[in-house]
């Protein structure tokens, strides 16, 4: 994991991408630290001798970028609520944020990329995905206040996990 010095930026890259997300003050902030993260495990992830951790890292940005993209749909929803009188439903864009977040993490029922994803990894890369990717999505779910559709991805995960 460690031969070169692009892997050790990368990794000092994500942990930064990690640290940015938890400690941001802003929902803008939070997913700058995302992007970061995102992007600088996408070249831990590629092997040019595997043709499958090729199509992994494809998988993993597609997925991301969607997510991504959601995610800031909501925020920037969020910002308009805050200068529109409330104009916006809240739980909405809350739920938006939720799904995101879990679109994320790769929790149910959300997780469909993942098994697919993990079949081109490394077993390091697999550790990293499995753990320090999650940090940061679940970090931020835990900001948001909507228990019952966190109990539902909880249920969900534990149904198919089983």
């Not at 995102?38 to 499958?52: G, W, Y």
């Not at 864009?93 to 977040?101: A, P, V």
Request: aromatic share 10%.
């Amino acid at each position: 994991m460690f031969n070169n010095s692009s892997k050790i930026l990368f990794l000092m890259m994500m942990t930064m991408g990690t640290l940015i997300t938890v400690t941001s003050n802003s929902w803008l902030g939070a997913w700058m630290g995302l992007e970061i993260n995102l992007l600088s495990f996408i070249p831990l992830m590629s092997d040019t001798n595997n043709l499958k951790s090729t199509e992994s890292s494809l998988k993993y940005f597609l997925t991301q970028a969607l997510a991504s993209t959601v995610l800031l749909f909501a925020i920037i929803l969020l910002m308009l609520k805050n200068n529109m009188n409330n104009e916006i439903n809240e739980s909405f864009t809350s739920m938006i944020l939720m799904s995101t977040l879990l679109l994320k993490s790769g929790a149910a029922p959300f997780h469909f990329w993942f098994p697919n994803l993990m079949e081109g990894l490394t077993w390091m890369n697999a550790l990293l995905l499995m753990t320090w990717q999650k940090i940061a999505p679940l970090m931020l779910i835990s900001y948001l206040n909507l228990n019952n559709l966190l109990m539902v991805s909880v249920i969900l995960s534990v149904m198919v996990g089983a």
